[in-house]
């Protein structure tokens, strides 16, 4: 019995292992390329394609399993020179994705090798255009155009080079080596309060034209005053002279004659002439 039972247990564990040799399972996030003697044969479940389960394959064929979703990279501590010739250390993130799994084991072999062939070129395309822009537009100016800059620049290469799609290029942080922070800090204070001063200068340029224009539309207005209290009042005394003479002559008194104020005039003096008029009447 026992004899009999020994060729089926042989026969269970070539089976098993012949099943362990032919089946495969692909995951609906991830991707594999199927190798014959190291050679190409065919694509599972790549972009563009929905095609997860179990797959039988030869027991001399081999099996390279790829991840279908976005990975990550981080490039720390990059020194770069910007076009003012500012040093600056620069923390980016690239996000990317497989998509053409025959030239990335054709260029790459594995997702490590992709790894440091995409961070080359990443360092490459970070020091190209950071390279060509200033230091401020760098850290606040014109970061989001110049992280599209960089994106556009990688997938021009890795897209053909090792069938890679960069989703995403993200710069962190960017960051002044200690020995130059004090001088780009003196120089920045130096041009915000240049710009202030400009400002001050205009402030008052403008107060000043503001105040002559008020001033002369006041004179303006004063003047037109004067002129239609001077049409009314010869209006009210080609009316009535008499009473004219007497305003004025009461206007004339109420002017030189404060109270409390000695004066010395001889009675019969033009002074008081309407006064010597009205007595002699």
Excluded at 50 to 79: C, M
Excluded at 97 to 112: G, M
Excluded at 127 to 156: F, H, P, T, Y
Excluded at 212 to 222: V, Y
């Amino acid at each position: 019995m026992r004899r009999s039972l020994l060729p089926i247990g042989i026969g269970a564990i070539v089976v098993l292992v012949v099943m362990l040799n032919t089946l495969f399972v692909v995951r609906q996030d991830r991707q594999a390329i199927v190798l014959r003697f190291g050679e190409f044969v065919r694509a599972i479940n790549a972009p563009g394609t929905n095609e997860p389960g179990l797959y039988l394959k030869f027991p001399w064929e081999s099996v390279v399993i790829y991840d279908k979703r976005n990975l990550g990279l981080t490039l720390a501590g990059q020194q770069i020179v910007a076009s003012d010739q500012e040093l600056l250390i620069v923390d980016a993130v690239v996000r990317w994705r497989i998509t053409d799994p025959r030239r990335f084991y054709q260029s790459a072999l594995n997702e490590q090798g992709g790894v440091d062939r995409i961070a080359t070129y990443a360092q490459a395309a970070l020091r190209r255009a950071l390279g060509g822009a200033s230091s401020n537009d760098i850290i606040s100016g014109r970061r989001a155009a110049i992280m599209q800059v960089i994106e556009d620049n990688l997938n021009a290469t890795t897209a053909t080079e090792l069938g890679v799609h960069v989703a995403d290029v993200r710069i962190r942080q960017v960051d002044l080596p200690t020995q130059t922070q004090q001088g780009v800090f003196t120089r920045m204070s130096s041009e915000r309060e240049q710009v202030a001063a400009r400002v001050r200068a205009e402030g008052q340029r403008n107060a000043t034209i503001i105040r002559a224009t008020a001033q002369e539309q006041s004179e303006r207005t004063r003047g037109e005053g004067e002129g239609e209290r001077a049409r009314i009042f010869a209006r009210a005394y080609g009316r009535d002279p008499e009473f004219a003479a007497f305003y004025r002559s009461m206007r004339a008194y109420d002017t030189a004659l404060d109270a409390g104020t000695p004066i010395v005039v001889s009675p019969d003096s033009d002074f008081f002439r309407y006064m010597q008029r009205r007595r002699a009447q």
